[in-house]
């Protein structure tokens, strides 16, 4: 061979050579953004939902012991300790607002849990009954004679707190005292056997699977496992897909419920009645838990890169980015809303307004962002 012959294949050998780094190159950078939805759901389940209910449930077991100390002896100190535990308990819940699918609907445990409004004069009517000792108030009969306006968090923060702030133990008759050791019991089993539906019974601790023995409570199989074996038999999901359709659209019906309900109800009625969790105060606590709640679900908690915002990214970077942005500007105008909410209604008006339209906006991009990966 010459040496033009030379140079010439030299060349063509340097070009295949180039071409085949580019396209190992390429290989590497596609299979580093491969993302396995299966993953996604797995690393979802567990440490989203699940470790968000098993913190919630602990939280409850603290709340009760809590409540029950406030009966047994009545002090401001026990008072305020029994409330800073109920705080604790609604936080997670309320994070735990993007994911009211499954055992949350099925076993009716978000209406026990979380029924709003509260039916106070019937509820006021109840507790003098169990004053003047017509009514023995315990955490069966709460279970099996009253209704889910009666119970759960609402109920329980009405006996704790008054305009945003915990009641004064000399205020809290004995009654209501009763009632709220009672309310707690039911609300802690409550938490349990939400955690039990998604876990399964038999991975919950034995302390609280005692817990639901005693009040006679069963929960069968395992809502986790179900969506992470999306497609598979014994799941009543079709296909990945179908489960990360399940996600997005509790993402987006705690932002429309936020928009039309939470803010949109009070904003435009201005009667501070319409406040959920007004007696506490925290009802922008409440919607700002339940952005975060959004924000764990579609970027996950621990996830390691395996959720909903890479596998839009994967689909479209631009949109991933858009749903991040809404949820990052949807939670500033949020916190930028004046607290307590039934005491500021004038005040947050054009707060209110652009609170509402962030909700929107994170609404339809997360929609959006839907269509790439669940349709």
């Not at 699940?50 to 026990?78: C, Q, R």
Request: with cysteine; aromatic share 8%.
């Amino acid at each position: 061979m010459n040496t033009k012959s030379k140079n010439i294949y030299n060349k063509r050998l340097s070009l295949r050579k180039l071409a085949a780094c580019a396209a190992f190159g390429f290989c590497l950078s596609a299979c580093s953004h491969a993302i396995d939805s299966s993953a996604v759901l797995q690393s979802y389940v567990d440490n989203t939902v699940v470790a968000t209910y098993s913190k919630m449930s602990d939280s409850a077991i603290e709340f009760n012991a809590a409540a029950s100390e406030l009966k047994k002896s009545p002090s401001d100190e026990n008072a305020e300790k029994a409330a800073k535990k109920w705080s604790q308990v609604r936080t997670y819940w309320e994070q735990g607002e993007s994911f009211l699918f499954g055992p949350a609907a099925f076993a009716n445990l978000d209406p026990n849990l979380d029924s709003w409004p509260l039916d106070q004069s019937q509820l006021d009517t109840l507790i003098k009954s169990i004053n003047k000792g017509e009514i023995s108030i315990d955490a069966p009969y709460i279970r099996s004679g009253l209704g889910a306006a009666f119970r759960g968090f609402h109920a329980a923060e009405y006996l704790l707190f008054r305009d945003g702030k915990v009641r004064k133990a000399a205020d809290i008759s004995k009654a209501e005292l009763e009632y709220l050791a009672a309310v707690a019991q039911v609300l802690a089993e409550d938490c349990i056997a939400l955690e039990s539906w998604w876990k399964g019974a038999d991975a919950l601790s034995d302390s609280k699977a005692k817990i639901l023995e005693a009040a006679e409570i069963e929960t069968s199989g395992s809502y986790a496992n179900e969506m992470k074996n999306a497609g598979k038999s014994g799941s009543r999901y079709a296909s990945d897909k179908e489960a990360i359709s399940e996600i997005f659209d509790g993402c987006i019906d705690i932002v429309d419920e936020i928009a039309e309900s939470k803010i949109g109800t009070p904003a435009k009625t201005e009667n501070p009645l319409e406040c959920e969790s007004r007696h506490s105060g925290s009802s922008l606590t409440d919607i700002r838990d339940n952005i975060i709640s959004v924000r764990n679900s579609y970027e996950g908690i621990n996830s390691d890169g395996k959720n909903l915002s890479a596998l839009v990214a994967t689909k479209s970077e631009e949109t991933d980015a858009e749903v991040k942005k809404a949820i990052k500007d949807t939670l500033m105008a949020v916190e930028s809303l004046k607290s307590p909410m039934f005491n500021n209604l004038k005040e947050n008006k054009d707060g209110f307004k652009v609170a509402i339209e962030k909700c929107q906006n994170l609404s339809e991009v997360l929609a959006k962002a839907k269509g790439l990966v669940a349709e």
